[in-house]
């Protein structure tokens, strides 16, 4: 196993060696940027490092407001809430709802937005979709809630969600889907899933998400109407939990710029690796993302050997089959990429 000294960027230094790091979930590389660091630094001078009270007191501080109105508007929702975590984002949801109709869920469903360990199963997500209309019309249920990831992150294949607009009429359905590794590099500008689906009247879309892959934030966030998010706010979930840190908070309302600017670096990298492996078949991938899957788990030692980590484990369980990805992130700069793909050339040539 290697041991990292330090958080890497687009070098991890382990075991005293440094290596090109191809890995990780920080794809817009905000952990380590000195610019959001600043930001950082005044939230904190103006915050403290930690604020340790419900969100439900009867003392409130403003940046909560402004960051939840900012990622409202950035979305495309009516409301958004901030919680400390992703998990607690996709707890605090499925929890609100686990008295208020039938529970159906998607394949590879992120733990965090399960209720029990039998609700996540590996399943063909177009082969689930086909058979979703039966199932709903097999319950008796007048509600229906549909648990979803919007991508799977570890394969790299991205959902069609065209069939919401098609779910049954005759039930009321909340549909939840994680986009905890699309949030701040899919959709438009970074925006997510939220605005990306069609949703007729009958359904009630809410979007729960990671503050802490693209975008850097240790925490998590939920997206839906005003309605529902008042009726979060007043669970005893949110309101016996600790906030997330406001003076990520207040870094973040400082950064748009920083998130546009490491987005399009990023995209200039995903280009640059697509246009290098070209047609080679060894990855799969879709446009615009930097996950790039293959079935080849021996390209993990067959890099290491030339200084470049790539992503390669069991998940989710200790003994599950190697899921094995090569990661690209904004830090990485041309040399890397190049030096990259010409590694890879010669793994296919071996």
Request: proline residues 4%; aromatic residues 12%; glycine residues 6%.
């Amino acid at each position: 196993m290697l041991i990292a000294e330090k958080t890497p960027d687009r070098i991890a230094f382990c075991n005293g060696k440094a290596y090109l790091f191809f890995s990780g979930t920080a794809y817009l590389g905000m952990n380590s940027s000195v610019e959001f660091q600043e930001y950082l630094t005044e939230g904190i001078s103006r915050y403290g490092t930690n604020y340790s009270s419900s969100r439900n007191s009867n003392f409130r501080l403003k940046v909560y407001e402004d960051a939840e109105h900012h990622l409202a508007t950035f979305a495309g929702a009516e409301a958004a809430l901030t919680v400390s975590s992703g998990y607690m984002a996709g707890q605090l949801t499925v929890r609100y709802f686990m008295d208020k109709g039938e529970f159906i869920f998607a394949p590879n469903a992120h733990p965090a937005v399960c209720i029990q360990p039998s609700d996540f199963f590996y399943a063909d997500f177009d082969h689930w979709v086909n058979n979703l209309h039966a199932a709903i019309n097999n319950t008796t249920a007048s509600s229906i809630i549909i648990v979803t990831n919007s991508l799977d992150p570890l394969l790299a294949i991205n959902y069609n969600f065209n069939w919401v607009s098609t779910l049954p009429a005759d039930k009321d359905i909340t549909l939840i889907i994680d986009d905890s590794h699309g949030f701040g590099i899919t959709g438009s500008n970074g925006s997510g899933i939220f605005s990306e689906v069609s949703t007729p009247p009958h359904v009630n879309l809410i979007v729960v998400s990671s503050f802490g892959k693209a975008m850097g934030i240790p925490g998590g966030l939920v997206l839906s109407n005003k309605k529902t998010i008042d009726q979060l706010k007043q669970s005893a979930y949110f309101n016996t939990s600790s906030p997330i840190i406001p003076a990520y908070l207040y870094a973040y309302l400082k950064s748009d710029h920083l998130f546009a600017k490491r987005r399009m670096a990023l995209d200039e990298n995903i280009n640059q690796f697509r246009a290098k492996i070209g047609d080679t078949g060894l990855f799969q991938c879709f446009d615009h993302y930097p996950v790039f899957y293959t079935t080849q788990n021996e390209l993990y030692p067959f890099l290491e050997k030339k200084d470049i980590l790539i992503s390669s484990f069991a998940y989710p369980m200790p003994g599950d089959d190697l899921i094995t990805r090569v990661v690209i992130n904004s830090h990485h700069t041309a040399a890397d990429i190049e030096q990259l793909g010409v590694c890879i050339e010669e793994f296919l040539d071996s």
